[in-house]
Structures are given as C-alpha cells and as structure tokens.
C-alpha cells in the first residue's frame, strides 16, 4: 500500500472504548438489522454446566453476516468528498460482500479485490451488488499491488476488513444488542476469532458489564491462542481449516486488546466444529457457516466447560454464507 493510499484510509476520532461503540451504533442502527437472539431448551441441556445459551443470529444480518456492521460504521465515518471517490477493499468473503452492499445502499461506488481463488456465490453476491471486482492471485503481495492500483486508479478510501478503528467498533455493536436483548444478565459471551475485529471490538462493548469474554478458534488456525501464549501476535497463519472466515491471522490492533481484555481463546477442531454447525442446523433451524459454529464448538468442548462459569451464555453467530451446492460438511464426513 502506498503512503498516498494510506492517507486516504477512513479515520475514526472516537477512541477504543465502550462509549464509542455505543456512539457507533446510534450511528447505524437505522441501517444494520437488529438481529434475534435464539435459545434451545435441548443445546443448553447437553452441556455438563447446562449453561442457558443466546445465540445472537449475525447469520441473519443484512449480507449474512456481522461484517455489515463494519462496513456500514465505517462508510458512516467519511466525508462526503470521500463517498463521492468510492470506497475499496481486499476481502475474498463477508466483508467484500458487506461493504459492497452497504456501499450500494448509499449510492457508493465500491471497488473489491478478490483472490481468483473466491468461491463462485461470494463472487456472485459482490456483483449482484454492484461493486467491481479485481481479481488477483491469492497471496497477500498480489493482493496488496492489486489494491493499490485500484486505489491509484479511482482515489477510493480503502475499508480494512478488521484491523481499523472504525471496523472494530461497529462490529462491538452485536454484543449492545446482544445484552440488551437477553432477558437476565450474562455471565459470559463468546465469539470466533480470525482477523479478531468481532472479538475485540466484543471485548471492548463488554467492559464495565461483568461479562467474562472469550474467543473460539481453529485448531488448524491458532494464531491468536498460540500469540496470547507467547505474549506476541503472530504475523502470519498456515490455515488448514474448514472455517474459512477464521483463516486470517489476527490484526495488530486487534491483537493487544484481545490479549488485555479476553479470558481465553479455546481452540476447536474442525471435527467440533462440524458436530456444533451441525447441532445449529438440526436444533435451531438457522444457516451456519462453519465460521458461525465455532464459538458455539468452543462452549461444548472441555477447555470451556471446565471453566466452571455459572449462569447465561450469549453466543455470536457470525455469519451463515455457504455455498450449499457443495455438500455439507458432516455429509462429506459420512
């Protein structure tokens, strides 16, 4: 990214706090869904604590996914000379389709690069959109030489996928609703982590509440656990996992907050994960993309349930994008 190209980049005045998360969704609220929060009498009982679990449905955001709160926070943040030049961004998921369709409901252009490698029905979400699309080869220097000729080419502000200010505390928004919407106070909440912008940005709506937080990860893409154990952030992930959306390592912004204001990230493999997507599936009626499943992987796995937490759950379902003319995962298993 050239120096010229970061100058461009959206910049928040507000600081990384609670108040500013709660500023950010006054901001939005008009725009992002209020997403429901689901229970289930059986999912609760099976686990050895019988924790009561509210699962906060990000799967049912506008674009599928919590990415849309970000997106939509950010946009939200520029200056109209800004919105007049468009906004880009580097995403082969979520965010590319959430920034494309908050982008479209402001009549902003948006300009997405993409791996060449994308699946086909987030290619065809970005268009349907109406953004357009870069392609590029899938590595982070094609990506980022890409990036910087669009900006070159079209002035566009670029809208990071989770390591920015402004990502971070919209995306904080999903944990207000969460708290609010549950009829008694949780203990704990839990939500996945690969670029880490959900959970820190749920770390930062939590403080002051009580509420225990925590981080659900793949086994197959532990840069945040193993970074937290080592007491520095990872820069980079050999991702061998399933959950697709969790195969980012974890931001540097990111980073320092998680480590100073989360319990624990419990890893999960992509078996758990499998068995919990499943569960959701069967018990609460809702699309969960294996990324979605993880968190609620985590709270059924040992590492958590020793934990001994007593009361409520609230579990962030973060997105329920999947190509379902691929065969599902426990079909693949069987």
Not at 90 to 109: I, T
Not at 214 to 220: I, S
Not at 240 to 254: H, K, Q, W
Request: one cysteine or more.
């Amino acid at each position: 990214m050239s120096s010229d190209g970061a100058e461009r980049r959206a910049v928040s005045p507000l600081p990384l706090t609670r108040a500013s998360i709660l500023a950010a969704h006054e901001a939005i609220s008009h725009q992002i869904h209020r997403t429901p929060i689901f229970t289930s009498t059986s999912l609760s009982a099976s686990l050895p604590g019988k924790n009561k679990l509210y699962f906060k449905a990000e799967n049912l955001q506008k674009g599928g996914a919590f990415k849309f709160r970000g997106a939509s926070y950010s946009l939200s943040c520029l200056s109209a000379e800004e919105l007049a030049r468009g906004v880009c961004t580097h995403s082969s998921g979520n965010h590319a389709g959430a920034l494309a369709l908050a982008a479209k409901e402001r009549g902003v252009k948006c300009y997405v690069v993409m791996p060449n490698n994308s699946a086909q029905p987030k290619i065809d979400a970005v268009r349907s959109y109406g953004a357009t699309i870069t392609f590029c080869e899938p590595n982070a220097p094609a990506r980022a030489a890409a990036l910087a000729e669009v900006q070159a080419q079209t002035g566009a502000t670029f809208i990071p996928p989770y390591d920015a200010v402004n990502t971070i505390l919209g995306q904080g928004t999903a944990l207000l609703e969460l708290l609010d919407q549950a009829p008694e106070p949780l203990a704990a909440v839990i939500t996945p982590v690969g670029g880490g912008g959900l959970l820190a940005g749920t770390a930062l709506a939590a403080e002051g509440t009580g509420v225990r937080v925590f981080g659900a990860e793949p086994a197959g893409a532990d840069d945040c656990a193993q970074g937290l154990k080592e007491g520095k952030r990872r820069e980079d992930v050999q991702a061998n996992t399933i959950a697709d959306g969790l195969r980012t390592p974890v931001g540097m912004l990111n980073f320092p907050i998680i480590q100073e204001r989360v319990e624990k990230v419990i890893t999960v493999t992509d078996e758990e994960i499998t068995e919990a997507m499943r569960l959701m599936w069967e018990r609460l009626k809702l699309v969960v993309e294996p990324s979605g499943a993880t968190a609620f992987a985590a709270v059924r796995s040992a590492q958590f349930q020793e934990l001994g937490i007593q009361g409520p759950v609230g579990i962030i379902i973060s997105g329920g994008n999947i190509d379902l003319s691929k065969p599902l995962p426990w079909a693949r298993r069987e």
